[in-house]
């Protein structure tokens, strides 16, 4: 059973940094591309960024460009994303997800506020 | 970046009823190797989003075969051919042949 289990949300303020981890298992992760969605809250998704399997490709939405940055460890299951210089308009629910989005994790909440 | 339009943005069905939600593209989701990147996804109250289709018309494992898929190009459409209560939720379509991926703007269907 494909599992994918975010973590390291929370409460930071405006111009902070957080870096959410996605735990994955069953599934072949190391072959998989892998991506991050997002969901402010009561409001509908928005791609935030993708990587390719060996982690030397990755693509961002323009509004994150600079500011956040997607990886990957292969040996550990695990993706990652480091977000700096969050705004008010980042929060939001943080999912990761395989590729199409046929799995998701059950997100991690993100709020920037003061 | 491709503006994915559905309507209606609201949609109540009634049990048993048949239901539909358009899906319409800025521009056409043909990759260059043939294949329509066009998903639909599912989300239920307090639950992350789940795919339905890929591809515009290929269900997904486990999903009831109520639901279909169709379309080409710039216009696509999902349809549930009797609502059930469980079909509640919010219903994104999405494309992924550019980047970014984006997705429509959701349908939330709620039973009358």
């Known amino acids: 059973e494909v599992q994918l289990v975010e973590s390291g949300g929370g409460l930071v303020q405006p111009g902070g940094s957080l870096r959410l981890s996605c735990a994955a298992s069953g599934f072949t992760f190391s072959t998989s591309w892998m991506h991050w969605i997002r969901q402010a809250p009561g409001r509908g998704l928005e791609w935030v960024a993708n990587v390719n399997p060996d982690g030397g490709g990755k693509q961002y939405v323009d509004s994150v460009k600079g500011r956040f940055t997607v990886s990957r460890d292969n040996a550990q299951n695990s993706l990652f994303l480091q977000m700096n210089s969050l705004r008010v308009e980042d929060t939001a629910v943080y999912y990761c997800?395989?590729?199409?989005?046929?799995?998701w994790g059950q997100g991690a909440l993100v709020t920037v506020s003061s | 970046d491709i503006v994915m339009t559905q309507s209606p943005l609201s949609l109540p069905v009634t049990l048993g009823q048949p239901a539909s939600i358009s899906c319409r593209s800025s521009?056409?989701?043909?990759?260059?190797?043939?294949?329509?990147?066009l998903n639909w996804f599912q989300q239920r109250p307090g639950q992350s989003p789940r795919r339905l289709i890929h591809?515009?018309?290929t269900r997904d494992s486990g999903v009831p075969d109520r639901f279909s898929g169709s379309g080409s190009g710039t216009d696509f459409t999902l349809k549930i051919s009797r609502v059930e209560a469980e079909d509640v939720g919010v219903y994104y379509c999405?494309?992924?042949?550019?980047?970014?991926?984006?997705f429509g703007q959701g349908t939330k269907l709620e039973i009358k």
């Open positions: 521009q056409s989701v043909v990759h260059s190797d043939g294949d329509t990147r």
């Open positions: 997800a395989t590729n199409a989005g046929l799995n």
């Open positions: 591809e515009v018309s």
């Open positions: 999405m494309q992924y042949t550019h980047w970014p991926h984006t």
